[in-house]
């Protein structure tokens, strides 16, 4: 086993520092009106012209931050630099706080709504940079972002946190997080995504409110997100925690089970660590049922009328990859490393663009490679592969 992790630790070493990495370095920096460009189309088209969206820019604080943080390249605090101060000086709202949406390619405030999942990934790129870099403003910026959460989004009286509001933090008609999502006022995508960055922020600032709504997330997702019965994560929510729609999506239980994992784990409370561990391996063991015999993980399913998304994004094995070797390393489940190592090789078949660089958006269920989604854009970002391969260069 000593073998297989060294080979596969190489390998994504080589993938993130030759791959990944540098496709962003190269083509992604916009020269002209700062930050990075908004789109490289599936036909590696750059679109300077596109919108520049707030998660592109957190997702490429935090991956640079933490590339800079573990290998130590110039070029990549060049490039978490940057991010950190477009995200301050152009997405950070100085009259009332928290991030824009989206930012026209020039730099404008587009559109200016309050959607907490991006303000998460902002915690979460700042958190990261003054982990890399111990810089104050870094940490003040996340702190303001964390405060603004707390203040708005947070529902004081049923729990959780709301999704979305305007830019003045008021209530707003349309809350969904993408056209493909549910408009609904509490979904598990957002909590899991504040859930990360609090659990990030809280390595570097002791705070002992973040600490307590550390803890609390954890218990939404185990009290009110998680199916008992099934062990999928219920995607989402009324007001009052009723769930709506059934959909299992494979990725998000893969990439919750290590996250959950991982916030128990620095929350360092024996008693909350002993209660999730065998929630967190159901909840894998769930996910499974979405992995298929060649290695990959599919989309999603919907239970309600049995309709299956089979394409294999890129974002889901990356996280697939994780989360079970999450399982190997905490629980020495070996059957965990050998699915780690199918999806992996599945990976490398099919998903990453050895002529271009990067990964594709997805292998389509046919077996085609999947052109029509972006290469680079709004939500395709370094983030998820670029931490796979990172989470395994430092977890061994």
């Known amino acids: 086993m000593k073998t297989k992790i060294t080979h596969l630790k190489a390998e994504v070493t080589e993938v993130l520092t030759t791959n990944i990495l540098p496709y962003w370095i190269n083509k992604m920096v916009d020269t002209t009106y700062g930050g990075f460009y908004g789109r490289i189309d599936g036909t590696e088209v750059c679109r300077p012209e596109a919108e520049k969206g707030a998660i592109l820019h957190a997702r490429m604080l935090w991956t640079f931050s933490a590339a800079y943080r573990l290998l130590k390249k110039e070029e990549y605090l060049d490039m978490a630099t940057r991010a950190k101060r477009y995200m301050i000086d152009s997405f950070y709202d100085k009259t009332y706080g928290g991030i824009y949406w989206s930012l026209t390619h020039q730099g404008d405030p587009l559109d200016t709504k309050k959607q907490i999942y991006a303000i998460g990934f902002a915690i979460y790129g700042l958190s990261e940079y003054y982990r890399a870099t111990a810089d104050a403003e870094a940490l003040t910026y996340a702190i303001h972002l964390f405060e603004s959460i707390e203040t708005h989004s947070f ?194 078949s099919h998903l990453i663009d050895r002529v271009n660089g990067e990964w594709f958006w997805s292998l389509r269920a046919d077996g085609t490679i999947n052109h029509t989604d972006d290469k680079a854009g709004f939500w395709k970002c370094p983030y998820h592969n670029g931490r796979m391969c990172m989470e395994i260069m430092e977890r061994f």
């Not at 946190?161 to 209530?171: S, V």
């Not at 999506?249 to 620095?266: C, F, K, M, N, P």
């Not at 009328?305 to 190997?328: F, P, S």
């Open 155 to 348: 529902d004081k009286i049923k729990n959780g946190y709301c999704e979305a509001l305007t830019r003045e933090w008021g209530e707003i008609a349309d809350m969904r997080l993408s056209e493909k999502d549910a408009n609904e006022r509490k979904t598990m995508n957002t909590h899991l995504h504040i859930l990360e960055p609090y659990t990030n922020l809280y390595r570097v600032w002791k705070d002992e409110r973040l600490k307590n709504q550390l803890r609390n997330l954890i218990f939404l997702f185990t009290d009110k997100i998680l199916n008992k019965e099934t062990h999928h994560l219920e995607l989402f929510f009324d007001d009052d925690w009723n769930s709506k729609y059934s959909i299992v999506s494979y990725g998000h239980d893969i990439e919750a089970s290590w996250l959950i994992h991982e916030a128990a784990l620095e929350l360092k409370d024996p008693a909350v660590l002993q209660y999730v561990e065998p929630l967190v391996q159901k909840i894998a063991e769930a996910a499974t049922e979405g992995f298929t015999p060649e290695g990959g993980m599919i989309y999603e399913r919907n239970l309600t009328n049995g309709h299956v998304d089979a394409d294999r994004h890129w974002w889901v094995q990356a996280e697939t990859v994780v989360g079970y070797i999450n399982l190997y390393q905490h629980f020495a489940d070996e059957a965990s490393l050998d699915k780690a190592l199918a999806c992996w090789e599945f990976t490398k």
